[in-house]
């Protein structure tokens, strides 16, 4: 069975860093692309990075510069890496994937592209 699990969330002041991880378990597509994406209270799911099997990143605008999306194979792990948080960051970080699906060649970032989706993990920055 499928499975994502989020770690890494917390509280920290503005200016801080974090570090987001994903574990995968139970996948065995060779091709895939997994995303986090976030959700703010009454906001709707937005894409934040997303990185595929072949390495391929795309970052949204709002984190371009501060928020790194990186895998290791070996572990089956995904990381985000989210440095000079801003109080805007606060939302619930989930991790998603997207496998078994037709090759997208521009990495996506829409939630309608994911089939697959963690419980979350609670990112809050203090100003």
């Known amino acids: 069975q499928e499975q994502l699990v989020e770690s890494g969330g917390g509280s920290v002041q503005a200016g801080g860093s974090l570090r987001l991880s994903c574990v995968a378990s139970?996948?065995?597509?060779?091709?895939?692309?997994m995303a986090w994406f976030r959700q703010a209270p009454g906001q709707e799911r937005e894409g934040v990075a997303v990185?595929?099997?072949?390495?391929?990143?795309r970052h949204a605008d709002s984190v371009k510069g501060r928020f790194i999306i990186s895998k290791d194979n070996a572990k089956n792990t995904v990381y985000l890496q989210m440095d000079n948080l801003k109080p805007e960051d606060t939302a619930m970080y989930y991790c998603?994937?997207?496998?078994?699906?037709?090759?997208?060649?521009?990495?996506?970032?829409?939630?309608?592209?994911?089939?697959?989706w963690g419980q979350g993990t609670q990112v809050t920055v203090s100003s």
């Open positions: 998603a994937a997207r496998y078994g699906r037709r090759w997208l060649t521009e990495p996506p970032l829409r939630r309608d592209a994911f089939n697959s």
């Open positions: 990185i595929g099997s072949n390495g391929a990143t």
């Open positions: 139970g996948y065995i597509y060779s091709n895939y692309y």
